[in-house]
């Protein structure tokens, strides 16, 4: 599944790429030059280390069987177990194959309906996902995030800096539902609401997208949020409007306005860049994850009361502990809609 010779001769050509004295005389193309060769030389590093442990569980099950060891074998079962499970991952880092699916990713979660459930939900979404980018050691990048006035997000946008971060995460994209006893209804009812999860791939300074200063309408304000902390003091905030479009992003992480400026940019080339490859594509749903395409509006139910369950209604996968899930243990459903994606966009067989 992975040609390993083809692999370590683009390092080697990369290698002496890097080892070039005006390399960084164009920053683009450097940057391009060492995160392909550092996701190459990551891959690498993944295959050797999970053959050198199965060498190691092969010794171990040599000399338990050899030895009579009943719990040296049931060790070397349960590293087998995890080796295995390691593998089916490196088999669906193959299969993100897309034009961006290298690319890091730039998350947007909206609340829907739902009132407060529906924004305490979203917050809950949000923090699902830098819980599963902490599990894995990925950075997260907060641009933007509006609270609501009793609970909960409006609106939260942030990226997860991860190799393949936008092929991974943009099977997330879609409407995603959660069934509870509302914890703002004094009357105890149960509650339904909905949160809507946008993935679009991080732009790079190769890609071609150039906005005329005319099309950008710029409004500053002053940042929001929980705390007093130093940012809410100055009118630091960022909202961009692309007129031709009408897409809006804003920015207040940072306490520069210049400085949440050029992150609200980076957003914004991020979404046009979408709508770029979309036009030309005839579709939305290839880069924005069939928000409202061939998935439904509905991609996963979470489901805390009448019974325990989070289920994905595309590729039918269900667990029954809610919480972990919400703890950022989602990488089956990652996996399951990696692979569901895959086949459903192979052509029929004749």
């Given at each position: ?6 692999m370590?001769k683009?390092?080697?050509e990369?290698?002496?790429q890097?080892a ?14 060492t995160g ?8 690498i ?14 010794i ?11 719990d ?17 991952q490196?088999?669906v ?9 290298s690319?890091?990713?730039?998350v947007t979660?909206?609340?829907?309906a ?8 979203a ?13 894995h050691k990925?950075?997260v ?7 609501a006035?009793?609970a909960?997000i409006k ?5 997860v ?14 409407t995603h539902r ?10 105890g009812r149960?509650?339904?609401?909905f ?13 071609n997208i150039e ?5 950008i309408r ?10 007093g ?28 306005q210049?400085q ?27 880069l924005?994850?069939?928000?409202q395409?061939?998935w ?16 994905d ?14 703890d ?8 399951a809609?990696?692979?569901?994606r895959?086949g459903?966009?192979?052509p029929a067989a004749?």
């Open positions: 599944m992975l040609d390993l010779d083809a370590r683009e390092i080697v990369l290698g002496e890097v070039a004295p005006d390399l960084w005389d164009d920053q683009a193309n450097a940057q391009r030059i392909r060769l550092s996701v190459l030389q990551a891959d590093d993944r295959v050797t280390s999970l053959r050198g442990r199965l060498d190691d569980v092969e171990l099950v040599q000399l338990s069987q050899e030895e009579g060891d009943a040296s074998l049931a060790e070397a079962e349960t590293e087998l177990a995890r080796i295995d499970k390691l593998i089916e490196l088999e880092r193959t299969l993100l194959s897309g034009e961006y699916d690319r890091e990713a730039l979660i909206r609340s829907g739902g009132g407060v459930d529906a924004a305490d939900f917050e809950m979404l949000m923090r699902m996902y830098t819980r599963w980018a902490e599990r990925y950075p990048d907060v641009y933007d995030t509006s609270y006035e009793e909960g609106s939260a946008t942030f990226a800096h991860a190799p393949y971060g936008y092929g991974t995460l943009s099977v997330e994209s879609g959660l069934v509870r006893i509302s914890p703002f209804d004094n009357q149960r509650q339904t609401s949160a809507a999860v946008e993935v679009v791939p991080v732009i790079e300074q190769t890609d906005i005329p200063e005319e099309e710029v409004d500053v304000y002053r940042s929001s949020g929980p705390g902390q130093s940012v809410n003091t100055t009118d630091s905030a960022v909202r961009l409007t692309h007129i031709p479009t009408g897409t809006v992003v804003s920015c207040q992480n940072e306490k520069s210049l949440n400026k050029a992150s609200a940019m980076v957003i914004l080339k991020a979404k046009l860049l979408a709508l770029k490859r979309a036009e030309e594509r005839a579709t939305l749903d290839e924005r994850g069939d928000v395409g061939s439904g509006d509905q991609m996963r139910s979470y489901v805390l009361h009448p019974y325990q369950m989070v289920k209604l595309r590729t039918e996968y269900e667990v029954g502990n809610p919480q972990a899930v919400f950022g243990d989602i990488d089956d459903f990652l996996e809609g990696i692979r569901w895959r459903a966009h192979q004749n």
